[in-house]
């Protein structure tokens, strides 16, 4: 793509403008959409209707700039619109739903005056549209999990121990023996261009920037390359840089997921973490109810959302590349496509705790979607505590992570003090998007005071000095398992079919 | 009644008109009501303030078409009103209270944004008149029973086992030897036609497009022999088609009850479920607090709603017929009046659910009667608990349902998982009735999709692999009684009277 | 009194308008109030703002036509008005505090619209006058025992037993020897007339009417000999009649407790309650918080309301005679004082349980004044658990009732099958009275189906059968003391002054 | 400071009006504050918004007329401002935010109406200043433990004895030595002028006059020598006076902190109370939300509020003189500066409770800091019992004080109950200025009544009497720990950095 492309006038686009014949401009180049239209994931008509136009700013709330030219090739690109002879944008009827993509015309407050997730929440919840709000915010059903993941750590106390010099506070520790900042990580979350334009890459930057590692998901809104490229643009040393992970939904197609795995592992990713609690997607009705409106494409997944009769559920209809028949057999099949580490997340018991430990795997994430799969499925902390008393040998075995309903200092240092190597955040880093970069780092500076107050309340310095006796977890002891199996365990009946 | 009946003329009709002598057209047909009217179930003045005119209307509202020739017998037809001389419906004055019956004239949302059984119990509190509302919707005194039997399920959470493939998943499963596609079954429950004026044919027609079982109640709106008819009409054969079971309340005229148990066993009914936990109506104020307008019966058990100085509660007044002497020896007196299997509905402790296994009865299903009997009355999932400490033995016995809150895949899946065979549904049926049998259709299509994704979100792909040890019942095992009998139990004084 | 009394003219009784020389006209008759006027409990001014005018109507909102004779004496008596000569009531000026007694101007609903204590409840809450509301409803300071009184019924369960002949039941039991029809009775409590003009009296003659047995307070508006007349005028033979328990508060002047006892024998009275669990008043800040306007007398115990610096507490004020320094030891100056049987109300743990046991008498009364006391003191139901952890032997010894928070069939019936032999209940038959005797009737009949139907439903037909198998108390056992001491019981340091 | 200043003229004083000449009037004073005002910890433009104006009326808003000579010293003050020729107030043009000091003109409620600390609390919340309010009311991120500080009194039962002579009761105690009239104390809480101009001087009045101990803080609002004053002023004998503790922060400057512990021996105090929960300030952000306006400053520590970029916390930036290396080792330091009893407040555990009596100091305060310094830390109540199971000796060799959530005389006396010597109340005192010395008397009078109501309510007459038997703490027993370690408390794995 030169500048010897040949100039193109807005009447001759015009002449294009249907669906057998549709021609469209995007960033002043004119394309032809009539093959791809039919194959276009959000549907041929949020194409077509733009035929003879101009959809620059509509293909730009959806799409990485990137995603054309590799999509189509260069064969599809007619030249460059003549810049004397403007093109008029589609202009939509008035619609019948609520708009689902970009920002609304709803101020902010000024960033330094949100002090915690809570506010960084309250803004998403007014400010995104309603389908990227519904998307992030919705969990399985009656979202009982959703709520229990942070209940369950108001619930545990702390034991501080007082009078020790916690003058200098050090959160730093290590992931996978790479070095980080803070003990906490961004958990992979789908499409966050749907909060912001920059997307992964503003969070990556923000990563970057305050030492913090992030996992980025097969969903993600732009490719991985670009995502890494985001960082290596920012001209830091590698050396210096925290870890990258790559979050991997297998493809039903697996030789597409076997190159991204070639393609994450040559472009310097540190680990790869596999999804293992959503074959399928959650049931999350709230998703369901917003009506996607244009095309969301995820470009590493191909995963894309639209509508169908069940309704607009986001999650469920670009989950549907998703290979449900993925196994532990399957373990070994992934490691044969890449060298990286492995980490399997969504472990909800300590018999697969265990099975991942016999299998090898380098670290496992005690999580349950942030509620979004299963609804009653149990808090990661309370996982946590079921390997204290079912298999503690795991804890020097692998590393553990915990994520699901994580929104303050005092809940991070719980669950290190529990035992876990480092926590996930996910809806918390989507909704500081709506600041783009600098609330992502804001959003990382308010957690970081926040571990390191508690630490010095508690009596730490390092996180190393953690352990479980500064916590009272008396509250939620009860509701933990103590063996594999229920002590009603008995088989059912064999009458059953 | 054939095309020889008399023609009459409408004017012949109006002289008609009066308490000692009132003639009433209905669908055509001119009937002579002066000797049934003051034995009219809902009140002489419902029908005598109709004398001289045209009752289609507010009969169908009420009645099934079969009921007037069945209850009245072909000596009561004048004949057949003058198709050319139209007679007017009576005019009742304004009302001076709430009209009871048919729906409302609110807008009901369209059938696919309808997710889950709450938007159809929302679309039903909207819908339904304020009558059928509160007959269907109470529960005894409290309601505190209503409550638990929901909110314990919340309380159980899953243990998911993953990384199995679950790519194809069966929700088939046996019910006392027959074939169904679900393991839910429509709870027997009383006057569906208050609902849709198909009631319970569109609830049988819906059941058997979807292999779903159903249990019909003594008290529905038509009687058993139009609700299996409904089925056949429908052309599916006979092997194919889901089991009907019949839900029997005895009636005090013994006799009744024999002929019942005769006829439902004739058409090719498979069970019969024998309700114990309502030897007398529970206090549901709700139901009482709006006033019955006209007459509603009950074709199988005759009960009728009415009014009397304690309100206008249905299912008191409606459930006079009901033999409060039946005792564990009647058990026998039904198993001679029919060969069919015999289930117990109502069973609330192990002491009970042992004496009927020593019975023989060939089913128990733990109920509370939707919390409509005694508050405070226990879950039946409790319930299921104690058999499992007090009389695990049971569970290769006879087979154990359960009832009562149940409104999720994740509710259903959890039962399964502890022992139970099939859970039954009562209320979510009649909310669905709001649109008819597509409504019905709608609503196990909702029930199977969640069924399916909370096996496959915990490892199932079939329902003869569940077992407790998926579930992690501590929050509610200090609730479930380990004995028999209280640890206090001892006699109360002597001195008592 | 007689007709000789000499007629007054009203331009006479005008001439005695101040607080010197205070002449007053009640139902007819003019009474020279200069000298009590200072003494009256009420406050002096409550009585001269009436001086020279009809003050009939106020008097009869406060007091018992027998008060005045009996308090003044004849020699105050100067004579009967002329009735030629009517004489004005006294307008008080526009209010600057609500009115404090008779009821408020609205509309009570129907009584047959009334279904449980709750509903009797909502319409006290809207019609009494606001002092009455905050005087019977109000409990100690924040309230959370009057709460949990109620609530921790919620959470027993019942253990239904089915399949048994429940056509007959029967509510009949016997208290300290005397047939009841109920196993419920009124417990104690003050100033009925606040509600209606019959008070205690209407509480009796509707007691009588069914069978349900009364406990009269020491503060009851009216003289006990009133309310035992009350049943006599009615002319039911004694033997048919329930029997009538006085409660006592030691007065700090004992030789009016004995004369008072010494007469309450010699009435027919068939016990004495001594309530030992307010030696002072508790502290209701809804009381305080709505003055007194007029005064109020209770003429046994001579209590009278008003307001003082604190507030217009009526419980606190007129509890002012009740003598603090009663102990174990007075039980035998009591018995020295009548014949009658002695029950000891307000016993709150078992170690004073097992001393009333010890120390013989006739029953005790598990009980926290209704949550009026002692904020946070056990209620009754935990204590009755404590009872069977204990001492389970005393449920031989001695009778034992129970009373606050019972609001139910359900309620009454668990008490019952927990080993009580009746309990109270106190602010429903207050809340009752505002239908005055119907009301009462009506409420009993309430109280009677609800137990009658729990019977039923549990698989009982006469009390007797009741025994704790049949209610699962593990929700709230872990709240019920196994020893009389604390674990922790040891003594504070001698260092404590 | 003599008559003999010289008299300055209005129009003199107004030549000096700008930042780098920089005169202002105070109280008829002439001072220079050109070389002050950078100093000034409320910020420069504080001071010289009012430079050539008369200050008197904010400077008295936020500073003792004491600090003035005392900061700057004779040698700035310019003179008396010639009375002749008054000088206008500085006229600030209209805030852009709220103001913060200074009571809002919102009418109180009369005093006599308040009946609880609920009610000084409420007034407070609309009575101070949105600021004051903030500051004062505020706790640690979400607040969990300022509820539980609160809610787990309730969850304690009483376990009343009864028949007992409880006329005369007693609620004398020691402390320390220390004859005092009841069993609590005001807690230690900053700033007590921001409710009322007479700040911690009233408080030490109501104190004096009712018997009560007081703690002053670090961070009162006056000296400490001023407080001491104002009760020596009130003219009572050394010996009735109620004793006075100081609470100390160790200030960076260690020197100035031994200065003030000498001062503080000097002036009588009788012990010294050294935080240890707050080496650094908890994240309050309800305070951090409402911008300080002017420069409020502690005289004791230096300490002063004002806004950066995290907000207006005043808690966090008053605080940031506190010195966070202060360790076990330290408190021989301290001993070394005074020869006054030493108590440690902050205390959370039994491990620290028992390096403390093994350092052999005198109490500990079992405290979170109001819920102020770290959420989810444990309440005292907890720590208390916590210490009845670990080390139940302690009790003989040390005091031990409770606060946090008391607002009942029946918190109080289930602390005492438990082993507490007496209790601390904070906010409420504070909340009780809003009506000066004589809301702090009315709230004394209040819970002095209280603790006696529940005293005879439970049987006793002096506080020696108090054990644990009076209290079932079976509702909270499962949240103490037994051991001071956690069954988990295995060191985390070594991989950790």
């Given at each position: 793509?030169?500048?010897?492309?040949?100039?193109?006038?807005?009447?001759?686009?015009?002449?294009?403008?249907?669906?057998?014949?549709?021609?469209?401009?995007?960033?002043?180049?004119?394309?032809?959409?009539?093959?791809?239209?039919?194959?276009?994931?959000?549907?041929?008509?949020?194409?077509?209707?733009?035929?003879?136009?101009?959809?620059?700013?509509?293909?730009?709330?959806?799409?990485?700039?990137?995603?054309?030219?590799?999509?189509?090739?260069?064969?599809?690109?007619?030249?460059?619109?003549?810049?004397?002879?403007?093109?008029?944008?589609?202009?939509?009827?008035?619609?019948?739903s609520?708009?689902q993509?970009?920002?609304?015309?709803?101020?902010?407050?000024?960033?330094?005056?949100?002090?915690?997730?809570?506010?960084?929440?309250?803004?998403?919840?007014?400010?995104?549209?309603?389908k990227?709000?519904a998307f992030?915010?919705?969990?399985?059903?009656?979202?009982?999990?959703?709520?229990?993941?942070?209940?369950?750590?108001?619930?545990?106390?702390?034991?501080?121990?007082?009078?020790?010099?916690?003058?200098?506070?050090?959160?730093?520790?290590?992931?996978?023996?790479?070095?980080?900042?803070?003990?906490?990580?961004?958990?992979?979350?789908?499409?966050?261009?749907?909060?912001?334009?920059?997307?992964?890459?503003?969070?990556?930057?923000?990563?970057?920037?305050?030492?913090?590692?992030?996992?980025?998901?097969?969903?993600?809104?732009?490719?991985?390359?670009?995502?890494?490229?985001?960082?290596?643009?920012?001209?830091?040393?590698?050396?210096?840089?925290?870890?990258?992970?790559?979050?991997?939904?297998?493809?039903?197609?697996?030789?597409?997921?076997?190159?991204?795995?070639?393609?994450?592992?040559?472009?310097?990713?540190?680990?790869?973490?596999?999804?293992?609690?959503?074959?399928?997607?959650?049931?999350r009705?709230a998703d369901e109810r917003v009506k996607a409106e244009?095309?969301?494409?995820?470009?590493?997944?191909?995963?894309?959302a639209g509508n169908d009769?069940k309704g607009g559920g986001m999650g469920r209809i670009?989950?549907?590349?998703?290979?449900?028949?993925?196994?532990?057999?399957?373990?070994?099949?992934?490691?044969?496509?890449?060298?990286?580490?492995?980490?399997?997340?969504?472990?909800?018991?300590?018999?697969?705790?265990?099975?991942?430990?016999?299998?090898?795997?380098?670290?496992?994430?005690?999580?349950?979607?942030?509620?979004?799969?299963?609804?009653?499925?149990?808090?990661?902390?309370?996982?946590?505590?079921?390997?204290?008393?079912?298999?503690?040998?795991?804890?020097?075995?692998?590393?553990?992570?915990?994520?699901?309903?994580?929104?303050?200092?005092?809940?991070?240092?719980?669950?290190?003090?529990?035992?876990?190597?480092?926590?996930?955040?996910?809806?918390?880093?989507?909704?500081?998007?709506?600041?783009?970069?600098?609330?992502?780092?804001?959003?990382?500076?308010?957690?970081?005071?926040?571990?390191?107050?508690?630490?010095?309340?508690?009596?730490?310095?390092?996180?190393?000095?953690?352990?479980?006796?500064?916590?009272?977890?008396?509250?939620?002891?009860?509701?933990?398992?103590?063996?594999?199996?229920?002590?009603?365990?008995?088989?059912?009946?064999?009458?059953?079919?």
């Amino acid at each position: 793509m030169t500048n010897e492309e040949p100039l193109v006038l807005a009447a001759e686009v015009q002449k294009h403008a249907n669906r057998e014949d549709c021609w469209i401009v995007v960033e002043g180049k004119v394309w032809d959409l009539t093959d791809f239209a039919p194959e276009h994931p959000g549907g041929l008509e949020s194409i077509t209707e733009h035929a003879g136009h101009d959809a620059t700013e509509v293909y730009n709330a959806f799409h990485a700039p990137s995603l054309l030219p590799t999509t189509l090739g260069p064969s599809k690109l007619i030249g460059k619109l003549d810049p004397s002879t403007p093109l008029p944008t589609y202009q939509k009827p008035p619609p019948t739903s609520t708009p689902q993509l970009g920002t609304q015309p709803v101020e902010k407050p000024p960033l330094d005056t949100i002090l915690s997730t809570h506010d960084f929440e309250d803004v998403a919840s007014r400010t995104l549209t309603p389908k990227t709000w519904a998307f992030y915010s919705s969990a399985a059903t009656d979202c009982h999990t959703r709520s229990l993941n942070n209940s369950l750590f108001h619930r545990l106390l702390f034991r501080p121990r007082l009078l020790r010099n916690v003058q200098r506070v050090s959160t730093h520790t290590t992931i996978l023996g790479h070095h980080v900042s803070l003990p906490f990580f961004v958990s992979p979350a789908a499409m966050a261009r749907m909060a912001h334009p920059e997307g992964e890459k503003a969070l990556a930057r923000g990563c970057a920037s305050r030492g913090v590692m992030q996992c980025v998901s097969t969903n993600a809104s732009f490719p991985i390359g670009e995502i890494v490229g985001a960082v290596a643009e920012e001209g830091e040393g590698e050396g210096r840089r925290p870890p990258l992970f790559f979050q991997l939904y297998v493809n039903r197609e697996r030789a597409k997921s076997e190159a991204l795995l070639r393609e994450v592992e040559a472009l310097g990713v540190k680990a790869v973490v596999l999804t293992v609690d959503a074959p399928v997607a959650g049931k999350r009705e709230a998703d369901e109810r917003v009506k996607a409106e244009g095309g969301l494409r995820a470009p590493m997944s191909g995963g894309e959302a639209g509508n169908d009769k069940k309704g607009g559920g986001m999650g469920r209809i670009m989950g549907s590349f998703v290979d449900p028949t993925v196994r532990w057999e399957d373990i070994e099949w992934i490691r044969r496509c890449m060298k990286l580490p492995l980490v399997l997340k969504g472990i909800q018991c300590a018999a697969d705790a265990k099975m991942a430990m016999e299998m090898g795997v380098d670290g496992i994430m005690l999580s349950n979607h942030g509620g979004r799969s299963l609804d009653t499925s149990p808090p990661a902390i309370l996982v946590l505590l079921e390997l204290h008393k079912c298999c503690p040998e795991i804890f020097d075995k692998m590393e553990i992570y915990v994520d699901g309903g994580i929104r303050r200092g005092t809940d991070i240092l719980k669950a290190i003090c529990l035992g876990a190597t480092a926590v996930g955040l996910g809806r918390p880093f989507l909704y500081s998007l709506a600041y783009g970069q600098e609330g992502v780092e804001h959003l990382i500076e308010i957690l970081k005071d926040e571990v390191k107050t508690s630490m010095r309340m508690i009596g730490l310095t390092t996180l190393d000095q953690a352990h479980p006796g500064y916590v009272n977890t008396l509250d939620v002891d009860y509701l933990v398992p103590g063996t594999e199996t229920h002590p009603y365990a008995r088989r059912r009946p064999k009458a059953r079919l």
